[in-house]
């Protein structure tokens, strides 16, 4: 059953447009993480996010910023989006401790055109 | 730094054929290692994971052994069925506090065919 969930499913925008994606866990998980799926399917992380602090911010681009009210939401912005930024945005959760499951969202599609 | 390595990027098998996906790493601590599955429009999902050597967890049919002298965790099933069509991502989590960071391989496409 799912226990993260992403809104919107899908979003088609123009360049240079600002986009938000939403993302709530169920699970009672101390950690978040947002994950970009390529069109080749390659996984990379973006952020993740403990107890409201950002702990991992990997190499993306500054236009993009995750958002965090509490540890069962994590949002992430894109302020101007461009072609490149067209992919699957992953959602997922876990236990803060290394070894332990993450639990993925659907995925939040994201077209740029 | 860490990373993870699948070598095909598409395997097409026959039903009932034996499945074997490989799955080699680099890790400079000793990781724990992760099969996660993703099935055409599903979120990913934990296979199987494993971090003690030489211990063969299964679930679903499959199974994979770590073997840290091969820095291997190759992902098997004895008999592939149609319903395992699907992306399966080996993934690797860092001994380290690393907060459950996961470093994915590139992704395999399995399609079953009858």
């Known amino acids: 059953e799912t226990a993260v969930f992403q809104t919107p499913n899908y979003h088609v925008t123009q360049v240079g447009n600002e986009v938000s994606f939403n993302c709530k866990q169920t699970?009672?998980?101390?950690?978040m993480y947002w994950y970009k799926q390529d069109s080749k399917k390659l996984l990379k992380i973006m952020f993740s996010?403990?107890?409201?602090?950002?702990?991992v911010n990997e190499t993306v681009p500054r236009r993009f910023s995750p958002q965090s009210s509490d540890k069962a939401h994590l949002n992430l912005r894109i302020k101007s989006v461009e072609p490149e930024d067209s992919a699957v945005y992953l959602c997922?959760?876990?236990?803060?401790?290394?070894?332990?499951?993450?639990?993925f969202g659907e995925g939040s599609r994201l077209i740029v055109v | 730094g860490d990373s993870v390595t699948q070598t095909e990027g598409l395997v097409t098998l026959t039903e009932g054929l034996p499945v074997m996906l490989n799955c080699t790493y680099q890790?400079?601590?000793?990781?724990?290692l992760f099969w996660y599955v993703q099935h055409l429009n599903e979120a990913p999902k934990l296979l199987l994971k494993s971090f003690t050597d030489n211990k063969r967890p299964e679930h679903q049919g499959f199974h994979a052994t770590l073997h840290k002298s091969s820095s291997s965790f190759h992902l098997q099933k004895s008999s592939a069925q149609l319903s395992d069509s699907a992306l399966y991502y080996c993934?690797?989590?860092?001994?380290?506090?690393?907060?459950?960071?996961?470093?994915f391989g590139a992704g395999t496409q399995l399609i079953v065919i009858p």
């Open positions: 890790s400079t601590y000793s990781p724990f």
């Open positions: 993934a690797l989590s860092e001994g380290s506090s690393a907060l459950g960071r996961l470093h």
């Open positions: 997922a959760s876990s236990r803060g401790n290394s070894g332990n499951t993450l639990y």
């Open positions: 699970l009672g998980h101390d950690t």
């Open positions: 996010y403990n107890n409201k602090q950002l702990i």
